[in-house]
């Protein structure tokens, strides 16, 4: 089945304490991003990659790094994470090409302490 | 960035149709239009996009005004499985990068 895996689903962790949430796609898109989900605000962009060792910052990329290195794998990593960084975090793919549609995952809940 | 603008909210009755506007006046010329909604508890999905003409789907119907500054999506008839929040998206490539930017759409209540 073609999907966007994400894991953790959930997540509590304390203020400082390194993390990864790993998302996966089985589609071999070139295309992936991650968002982050706060009520009121919609999704915002945070890192984006348009393929394997390319990436560049979306809207909101302070506190996050990403990294690309298979084509089928893009982690997001916050080194140290702090309560601002509380919310639903969504990774998406998409063939390469602003026409094709980004098919999403089902979200990682992350509460920072 | 070009940006989109919906209403925070919207009411439809059962089996009606239902139009959902957004506004995008700043788009540019390599701007495709995307529609997504996200149902409670889920990611979001795909509905339908656009360049220049209207679409048509299985799920839903995409009106693009002709200077392209608005666009329309068309639900033909509401069931109470399309309450969700609708995203219009504008998706395009500038230079070397390709953002994407959701606002905080449009939620679509439907009445049976």
Redesign the interface.
């Known amino acids: 089945e073609a999907q966007v895996t994400q894991n953790p689903r959930y997540l509590i962790t304390v203020t400082g304490k390194k993390l990864t949430v790993t998302c996966s796609q089985n589609m071999n898109h070139e295309y992936m991003s991650w968002y982050r989900q706060d009520p009121g605000l919609g999704l915002r962009q945070i890192y984006y990659s348009m393929n394997v060792e390319v990436t560049d910052k979306g809207d909101v990329p302070e506190g996050y790094k990403v990294s690309r290195k298979e084509k089928r794998n893009f982690p997001l990593i916050l080194e140290s994470p702090s309560p601002n960084q509380t919310s639903l975090y969504f990774c998406a793919s998409r063939l390469a090409g602003p026409y094709n549609e980004q098919f999403f995952g089902p979200g990682t809940r992350l509460t920072v302490l | 960035d070009a940006k989109t603008t919906q209403p925070n909210s919207m009411e439809s009755n059962e089996e009606e149709p239902v139009h959902l506007p957004c506004n995008h006046s700043t788009i540019s010329g ?3 239009i ?1 529609w ?1 909604r996200q149902l409670p508890s ?5 509905v339908i ?1 656009g ?1 220049t003409s209207n679409v048509n789907n299985r799920m839903a119907s995409l009106a693009i005004a002709e200077d392209r500054k608005s666009s329309t999506l068309i639900l033909h008839r509401a069931t109470l499985r399309d309450a969700a929040v609708y ?1 219009c998206i504008l ?3 500038k230079t ?10 449009t939620s679509l209540s439907v009445i049976p």
Do not use: A, N, R, W
Not at chain 2, 42 to 46: A, F, I, K, L, T
Not at chain 2, 96 to 105: E, N, Q, R, T
């Open positions: 390599t701007d495709y995307h997504y889920q990611g979001p999905e795909y996009h360049l995203y998706s395009g490539v070397s990068y390709d953002k994407v930017i959701f606002g905080p759409g």
